[in-house]
């Protein structure tokens, strides 16, 4: 099982900056893919960032040039930064991984994971 934290979430007024973190743990051989999706009441969660193993990065075209992703392989956490923070990226953010685990020495499974949440809100 794999367990996944997010923290870094509050309170900010518009312009303004927060970072994400997000922690992975639990039975992990390797993490291929760890991003950050979102979610506003009454709408489908949406894609935000991810980044793969290889340090390859996708946005979504509302964050590019504002918010960047970065992660550490070491620790099996992802950041997120976000900058000039606008009303509409108010919403709960929740991190995702694509984790491999090893189930014996020659078996192994991929399953997708994610956090609980945490909420940004961005006002005056």
């Known amino acids: 099982q794999v367990q996944l934290v997010e923290s870094g979430g509050g309170l900010v007024q518009p312009g303004g900056s927060l970072r994400l973190s997000c922690a992975a743990s639990g039975s992990i051989f390797s993490i291929f893919r760890m991003g950050w999706y979102r979610q506003v009441p009454g709408k489908a969660r949406e894609f935000v960032a991810d980044?793969?193993?290889?340090?390859?990065?996708k946005f979504a075209d509302s964050v590019t040039g504002r918010f960047t992703i970065s992660r550490d392989n070491i620790k099996n956490m992802v950041y997120l930064q976000m900058n000039t923070l606008k009303p509409e990226d108010t919403a709960v953010y929740y991190c995702?991984?694509?984790?491999?685990?090893?189930?014996?020495?020659?078996?192994?499974?991929?399953?997708?994971?994610w956090g609980q949440g945490t909420q940004v809100t961005v006002s005056s």
């Open positions: 980044i793969a193993n290889d340090g390859s990065t």
């Open positions: 995702n991984c694509n984790v491999r685990s090893r189930l014996s020495p020659t078996n192994f499974r991929s399953q997708e994971y």
